[in-house]
């Protein structure tokens, strides 16, 4: 049996009877509606289903547009369960560039002018994939051309974005679609050359699907909206997906799990976090781009003698504040408020402005308290999601992330790989030092291109060393990014200190020195150590390294833990580290007990800290015990990997915090008074805790960690 397929073409009818007899329309959601013109219609003898032809806009029989903005598309195949009511409508509404939750799909009866309608032979969206796209492209450009008229400027200027409305360019003015329909229903209808397809990577429905038949169902849930990709530089703008509109989060949390979408991988579906790994280490043990230097480390390591390297790892990490990211926004017309847990209003207005097309003096940020931040709550995009979505309801929207989505979809601290080399003398001291940091460095959340690490990061405890070596020289090898990369309490301090830290805790073994006389030795003399000039160096230039401060904190911390007084082994040990971040100097000496299971108990941490002149002691004081508590989540067990483009943990079961009794007994705390300007206090201590840790941890138990966390060394 064979069938024919009866199909207008450009041949034998007008450009607009083309139109009209090869178009329809796509999108994600089905929206249902009632339309008065049924009644009249039975009355009257005339079809019964709802025509096109009664929109204000209608360049052909598949596409039209009413003044309120409803797009109506025409589904002119039979729907089966073959998922042609969805699938050719969302080829139309790809290309006009409509707002899905606005368009209603409609269902044409038996009439010669849409073509063939024949649904067989797996014809429906091979045979009108090109005509309808061309439908809705069409319809995009008379929209455009009827702003531009309405602006007085060339359609050059204009463009249909965001979804559902046509934009100025230059100015930023905005039409909705359904403004423009009537004056674009006067416009003459485009030739097929003068059309402009979009790209496959613009493609908002078609290639993605959604059924949210499910979710529907539940009780109080009142729709869902897919929410499109933002495009950058919005650096800090939502991640695409699809929200649940309900009564309340209970009922949008139920009504989410049965959701059932078909998800573009993107361009990192294949990325893996173990295979990552070994190109940071590769990359981290080849020559890098130099980031500043002393003396000439070449040389020093060209006169022979003993050399010693090392390499160090450390994973992504995830915020995992107890309040994941949640917002309330309220958009009435061009005005905005949001209440926000947020650590950035600033941005919260700028970036809501941006998404809306408004100005940011139009956007209110109300700051809420914060159940914890640590840099995650920086970024607006949660913010955002509750305005672009109150903007789609008309209504007030909460928007409350699930704690798998902030586990899944966070801005992580960044991986990294580190290689340390140093020639030692006869002592085992270091005559020439190298070391080379790798990692996706925070400016590819703004530039996708960026591959090194910023003068910033490098100033992050990486560009200088607190040491007495003659050659020096600090390099950073190119790392490309295929996560979103954001700050984490001390950032990218928290690597460069375990790397260091760890390093000079290696150099005195291989001396057979005590790890704190031989530290101490290390650090050297008072002296003033200055690191790169220009660039974004200008605080750290205005403060540089005082080693006279650092050596006193590292005496202060050894004293009250009473170091030396007690032989390490046998599962009991300390260790001791030191750094400078955020202006303050800091160090800290950590004790603990290694069962021969591994278990790792933390009897006691002393640190001991000069941040210039403090304002509120028993403040930095709970900031510097609270640093010891995250320091030893981070150090324990804290990790992000990812398989197959998707990150592996979901909650506190695979990504654990410390609890009471992970967590240090006693934390001490020594604050040096000083005349010096104001530094740092909410950061500075979380650096040095790690790599103490794990020297305390060679120290009892002869296992050195040169990868974090403890969990992938056997320690628990």
Known sequence: MTTEHKTLTIDNVSRRGFLQGMLSASAFVICVRKFPLLAS?????????????????HPGVYVGINPDGTVVIVAHRTE????VRTSLPRIVADELDADWSRVTVIQGDGDDKYGSQDTDGSHSVREFFEPLREAGATARLMLVRAAAEKWGVPAEQCLADPPHFVSHKTSNRQLGYGELAELAAKQPVPKKDELKLKSRSEWRYIGRSIDDAATLKTVGVKQTIPIDPFKPPHAFQPLGGVAVIADNTWSAFKGRKQLKIDWDNGPNAAYTSA????????????????????????AGFSKGGKVIEAEYFAPHLAHASMEPPAAVADVHGDKVTVWAPTQNPVGVREEVAKALGLKKEDVVCHVTFLGGGFGRKSKPDFAVEAAVLSKKTGKPVKVVWSREDDIKFDYYHSVAAMYLKAAVDQSGKPTAWLQRSVFPPISSTFDKDATYGSAGEMSLGWDVIPFEVANFRAENGPAAAHVRIGWLRSVANIYHAFAVQSFANELAVAANRDAYDYLMELIGSGRVVEGPKGGNQELANKYPYDIARLRHVAELAASKANWGKKKSGNGWAMGIAVHRSFLTYVATVVEVEVDPQGAVRIPNVYTALDAGIVANPDMVQSQFQGAAVFGTSLARTG?????????DQSNFFDYPVARMNDAPAHVDV?????????????????????PALCNAIYAATGKRVRELPLSRNGFA
């Open 41 to 57: 219609a039975a009355k009257s003898g005339a079809p019964l289903s709802p025509t096109v032809d009664t929109t204000a806009f």
């Open 80 to 83: 089966m369960g073959n998922g």
């Open 275 to 298: 295979d990552y790994k070994k190109q940071l280490q590769e990359t981290a043990r080849q020559p890098g781009k130099p980031v500043h230097s002393w003396g000439d480390a070449d």
């Open 639 to 647: 990790q992000i990997t990812a398989t197959n483009g998707a990150v």
């Open 670 to 690: 020594q604050i040096v008074e000083s005349d010096a300007p104001p530094a740092g206090v909410g950061e500075p201590g979380v650096p040095p805790f790690a």
